[in-house]
């Protein structure tokens, strides 16, 4: 048991870690206005805690992207059948889901910092 306290624990401190040390966004660091990507290592150290409803409000596209990029490393592996096709739809998808989210924040006057 010993071990998976200390795994645990580990993890735990890695999260903590990155919630530290996040980059900065330079459109909002100098123009003071979120770009279409501001809340994905937010939301990413929050779905890694486990918090998934946190996750999704932060920034809808980080589970889709997340899902490309697993499936694109899983098609350089093994050579997907239709996987440059699927691929494709995966990142029409993300890109949509961005801008959906981008577009609501501009509505709501979520963008400026």
Request: charged share 10%.
């Amino acid at each position: 048991m010993n071990k998976i306290h200390l795994l645990i624990s580990i993890y735990t401190d890695f999260i903590h870690w990155m919630g530290q040390h996040l980059f900065s966004c330079p459109s909002k660091k100098f123009l003071h206005i979120e770009c279409p990507g501001c809340g994905f290592q937010r939301s990413l150290i929050c779905l890694l805690d486990g918090r998934l409803a946190d996750s999704l409000s932060l920034y809808p596209a980080t589970i889709p992207l997340l899902s490309l990029l697993i499936f694109t490393g899983m098609h350089l592996k093994f050579k997907f059948q239709y996987g440059a096709l699927i691929i494709k739809y995966l990142q029409v998808s993300v890109a949509i889901v961005i801008l959906v989210f981008y577009i609501y924040k501009i509505l709501n006057h979520k963008i400026i910092a």
